[in-house]
């Protein structure tokens, strides 16, 4: 068997055994990828009339919200765009099932216009298309201890058959025939080429950015290819898999109030943030720090100053991990690793990457139906031939198999049957 056969087999039967599950990720991507886009479109409740008067200070938006989440402390705050309703959430993420419940709050008047509650796997809580959507890709819709193994271990089976793709494309001549065969698809061609060549070329062409979309994706699923990556990328250094939100001081004895959130807001407003999105993360108990995420570039997750405050003393606390700090202070290796969901969405340069992604997730679940459809043609055909007998030739070599002679009688010509007739 030849290389490039062996690579075939391989490319074969992994796509088989993965097709399914690479099927329901890559759609489930495909739809997920203009998620911001439609919600915008279809959640009227999410925009308040812009105002010019300034916002509800952190504290007051709290108490309103924590009035409807029956005696739970809010755990995050988000103040949004100047026409977007803030958001006051609670989520217990050390209790399994817990629900995501959002207050969401005109920022400017205090009046509550919708309240969500979902559960991250899908059971429980209000209906949420895209949370259903996005529980499909991270885990089939399992359990997420079951699901997200196998949807891991999918993913980057199929990382192997879209190296082994570029193998099995790659021509060994490349003459103008070969070209035509591998960048362009025979539209005027018959179903099986038209179906061939969906998978050939279309496969090549989206490769690229499927392999980043893979990767990228890996990262979730498995804290060795992340630590790897990680360490790659920064020249060496170690990827703490708990994020280092800093501690604040208990032996300080002070009381805690809500009034320090206020202050640390206020002071970031006031430089300069006041229009721009800001997602804080309120203190549960005593040694937690405050920490402000404020998003410098709308619409990205990557481009961010995180600031962290001892909920005490309001002390600046060095925070550690790729996602501390002012995103101007990050390294190379830093801001790649922040980048990692963006590039997976493809939000990372805005719509034309969403657009390029939407389409290569699009290929990306087309690729096991029409590779599926190749398999399957071919098997027919294998069959076909099969079952036609081939007609064997005689041959004299063997004296049993030769021909019976035929025996020839002399038929006697007109004038000797006239002679006989005379003597007669």
């Keep these: 068997m030849t290389f490039k056969k062996a690579i075939g087999q391989i490319h074969l039967w992994l796509g088989l055994a993965s097709g399914i599950i690479v099927f329901i990720v890559s759609i489930t991507g495909c739809i997920y990828v203009f998620q911001q886009e439609i919600r915008d479109l279809t959640e009227s409740w999410r925009f308040v009339e812009k105002q ?5 200070i952190p504290s007051q938006l709290i108490a309103i919200a924590e009035k409807k989440l029956n005696g739970k402390r809010a755990t995050s705050l988000t103040y949004a765009k100047p026409n977007e309703a803030a958001v006051v959430s609670q989520f217990n993420r ?49 359990p997420y ?17 879209l190296i082994s793709g570029m193998i099995l494309w790659w021509p060994k001549k490349w003459s103008k025939a ?17 179906n061939y060549d969906l998978h050939n070329v279309w496969g090549f062409y989206s490769s690229f950015f499927l392999l980043i979309i893979s990767l990228t994706g890996l990262v979730y699923s498995f804290p060795w290819l992340s630590k790897g990556l990680y360490w790659a990328t920064t020249g060496g250094r170690s990827l703490p898999m708990e994020r280092n939100l800093g501690v604040s001081d208990t032996t300080r004895n002070l009381p805690v109030t809500l009034t320090s ?12 943030n006041a229009t721009k999105t800001m997602f804080m993360s309120l203190p549960q108990t005593p040694k937690d720090a405050i920490n402000i995420t404020v998003y410098l570039k709308p619409d990205n997750f990557y481009k961010t100053d995180v600031y962290t405050y001892d909920q005490f003393t309001l002390k600046p606390l060095k925070a550690t991990g790729p996602f501390s700090g002012r995103y101007e202070d990050a390294d190379a290796g830093d801001k790649l690793r922040r980048m990692n969901y963006d590039l997976h969405v493809g939000s990372v340069m805005g719509l034309p990457t969403k657009i390029l992604a939407f389409l290569a997730s699009l290929i990306s679940a087309s690729l096991p139906v029409t590779g599926f459809l190749i398999w399957w043609g071919r098997r027919k055909k ?6 036609k007998k081939p ?6 070599a063997d004296p049993s198999r030769r021909p019976t002679p035929v025996v020839r009688r002399k038929i006697p010509v007109a004038t000797d049957v006239a002679s006989e007739v005379k003597q007669s």
């Design 52 to 56: 010019s008067k300034p916002y509800l």
């Design 94 to 142: 050390k209790k399994k099932g817990s629900l995501f419940t959002s207050v969401y709050i005109n920022p400017y008047t205090g009046e509550i216009l919708n309240i969500r509650a979902t559960a991250r796997g899908g059971n429980g809580g209000d209906f949420d298309f895209f949370r259903f959507i996005l529980n499909g890709h991270r885990a089939l819709w399992m």
């Design 145 to 161: 201890e079951i699901g997200r193994p196998v949807v891991g271990v999918a993913v980057l089976v199929f990382v192997i058959m």
């Design 178 to 194: 070969n070209r035509d065969k591998s960048f362009k698809v025979k539209w005027d061609g018959t179903s099986k080429r038209v």
């Design 261 to 272: 959130v206020d202050k640390v807001w206020l002071n970031l407003t006031n430089q300069g």
């Design 382 to 387: 294998g069959k076909k031939e099969e079952g």
């Design 391 to 396: 007609i064997q030739k005689r041959t004299t």
